[in-house]
């Protein structure tokens, strides 16, 4: 999409081709020699026993997927204008309006109080939490088959949201609809903790679909098929995630109806990845006793 919409990245004049592709052949040659350094310590392992060189890299083969999903949506903001020069957030503005007959984000201020809006924010922040915990949860009981199939559902689902996002470029509520609430959204602990993050990592664009709710959504299918339980904890903190990106003016409800159906495509699409012959070629030499 790169070398095909060349033009259009120059014209905006927010970087060059050729730092895309370093950058992006400098992550894909860090990913490679991680495995290759895991298998090597591997076959080690198996001739002389696991050693702290087997663990460590054990642990970066499994766990590089985390800093690699947020190297590409940090990457989108230097992508979001690729295809089409122009924000097309009037069409999801609409598109809530006719739903709902307001703007969600706005009509939600009327209910904003400190105490709310730190509840929400922290909701938002636990999106962070749920790829670590049920993939902790696996790696920690050696499931490698299902720890690799969660990983699976949430990097299928994160890369059909990437290219639509490529595509479709929406700068969200936060920018579109600025000064069209009151005030800020003051709160506690957690609304700093947001406002912090937000202003170091915030990406301008990538929010159609929205990636937080998709990869909540991969991930909670996930504890359902390999961790039940887990799932009926979850469902209720993602439904609050759900709202918070709406909440927070980070979103508009379409981007989440589309980060759900993202979401399961990723878990749909990812098991029957997983359920092909050689998805998971053979079991790491780490065990747990």
């Known amino acids: 999409m790169i070398l095909l919409f060349a033009r259009n990245l ?10 895309l592709f370093a950058a992006q052949a400098i992550v894909a040659t860090l990913i490679v020699m991680i495995c290759a350094a895991n298998a090597r ?18 642990f970066w083969r499994h766990w590089y997927p985390h800093l690699f999903f947020l190297f590409c949506f940090e ?3 230097f992508l979001v204008h690729l295809v089409h020069p122009k924000w097309q957030d009037a069409k999801l503005i609409a598109f809530d309006h006719a739903i709902f007959g307001v ?7 009327q209910f904003a109080t400190p105490l709310r809006n730190d509840f929400f924010q922290f909701a938002y922040l636990t999106y962070f939490l749920y790829l670590v915990a049920l993939g902790g949860i696996l790696y920690y009981r050696c499931e490698w088959h299902a720890y690799w199939s969660v990983m699976t ?21 936060w920018f579109a609809m600025a000064g069209a609430w009151h005030s800020e959204l003051h709160g506690g602990p957690f609304t700093a903790t947001v406002n912090f993050i937000e202003h170091f990592g915030r990406v301008r664009g990538a929010a159609f679909p929205s990636e ?7 991930a909670l299918w996930g504890a359902w098929r390999h961790r039940r339980w887990l799932f009926w904890v979850m469902l209720p903190l993602v439904t609050a995630m759900c709202v918070s990106t709406v909440w927070g003016r980070y979103h508009y409800v379409a981007d989440v109806f589309a980060g759900i159906v993202t979401g399961t495509l990723g878990y749909l699409i990812g098991g029957w990845l997983m359920r092909r012959r050689g998805a998971v070629v053979s079991a790491p030499v780490i065990s747990r006793q």
């Open 10 to 19: 120059a014209r905006t004049n927010v970087t060059q081709p050729w730092k």
């Open 153 to 173: 559902y949430s990097a299928v689902g994160y890369a059909i949201g990437y290219v639509i996002a490529v595509i479709f470029p929406i700068e969200s509520p």
């Open 103 to 109: 703007h969600p984000a706005v009509w939600l201020e």
């Open 75 to 77: 990457e989108l903001a």
């Open 41 to 58: 310590a591997e076959r080690l392992a198996l001739q002389n026993g696991e050693t702290i060189a087997t663990h460590f890299w054990h």
């Open 212 to 218: 937080h709710v998709a990869g909540s959504v991969a």
